[in-house]
T-cell receptor
Framework: DAGVTQSPTHLIKTRGQQVTLRCSPK?????VSWYQQALGQGPQFIFQ???????QRGNFPDRFSGHQFPNYSSELNVNALLLGDSALYLC????????????FGPGTRLTVT | KQEVTQIPAALSVPEGENLVLNCSFT??????LQWFRQDPGKGLTSLLL?????REQTSGRLNASLDKSSGRSTLYIAASQPGDSATYLC???????????FGTGTRLLVSP
């Protein structure tokens, strides 16, 4: 049983560019959450998707947007990249019946230069 | 709004020692708390999930406790090994929400 997968593993972008990160949830899970983890910090909640809609959103600007597909996989898009967007982006999946029990993927390391 | 704090920020111990990591939270209505392990540059591995109806959860050499009245959880690691070296994070659900709120973690180094 494959766990949560994310792609790409690493990414280097220039300020002002746009980036798309991808996540496939654990088998049987229908809810996907995205977190941003800056160096030395705990993960910060970006948003959560369920039934292809954004269900909750953290304190992140509109430059951060997402999408969930019918197969429950998800994308995180960040526009107009800033240096401060450099971080590890973590995807977590869960069942809507136990949404607090989240399983995390390996993350995508984004570096903005 | 849930806030989570972890002390100490870093801990260095010799192999074989028993140790305790601490986690504090502000909303005592918390209905569960989760402990994670994170290796450098990697994702999070769930270690233990404690429901509010439980006081402890055990997995191998790990034991986690939850005391809602005091707003504290502890992770006890018995007979530490160099392979236990990692950052340990605790997280609880935000009040009324399903997102997780994390502490900043305790960076553990176990020396041979």
């Amino acid at each position: 049983d494959a766990g949560v997968t994310q792609s790409p593993t690493h990414l280097i972008k220039t300020r002002g560019q746009q980036v798309t990160l991808r996540c496939s949830p654990k088998s049987g899970h229908d809810t996907v959450s995205w977190y941003q983890q800056a160096l030395g910090q705990g993960p910060q909640f970006i948003f959560q998707y369920y039934e292809e809609e954004e269900r909750q959103r953290g304190n992140f600007p509109d430059r951060f947007s997402g999408h969930q597909f019918p197969n429950y996989s998800s994308e995180l898009n960040v526009n107009a990249l800033l240096l401060g967007d450099s971080a590890l982006y973590l995807c977590a999946s869960s069942s809507s019946l136990r949404s607090y029990e989240q399983y995390f993927g390996p993350g995508t390391r984004l570096t903005v230069t | 709004k849930q806030e989570v704090t972890q002390i100490p920020a870093a801990l260095s111990v010799p192999e074989g020692e028993n140790l305790v990591l601490n986690c504090s939270f502000t909303d005592s209505a918390i209905y569960n708390l989760q402990w994670f392990r994170q290796d450098p540059g990697k994702g999070l591995t769930s270690l233990l999930l404690i429901q509010s109806s439980q006081r402890e959860q055990t997995s191998g050499r790990l034991n986690a406790s939850l005391d809602k009245s005091s707003g504290r959880s502890t992770l006890y690691i018995a007979a530490s090994q160099p392979g236990d070296s990692a950052t340990y994070l605790c997280a609880g659900p935000d009040t009324g929400f399903q997102k997780l709120v994390f502490g900043t973690g305790t960076r553990l180094l176990v020396s041979p």
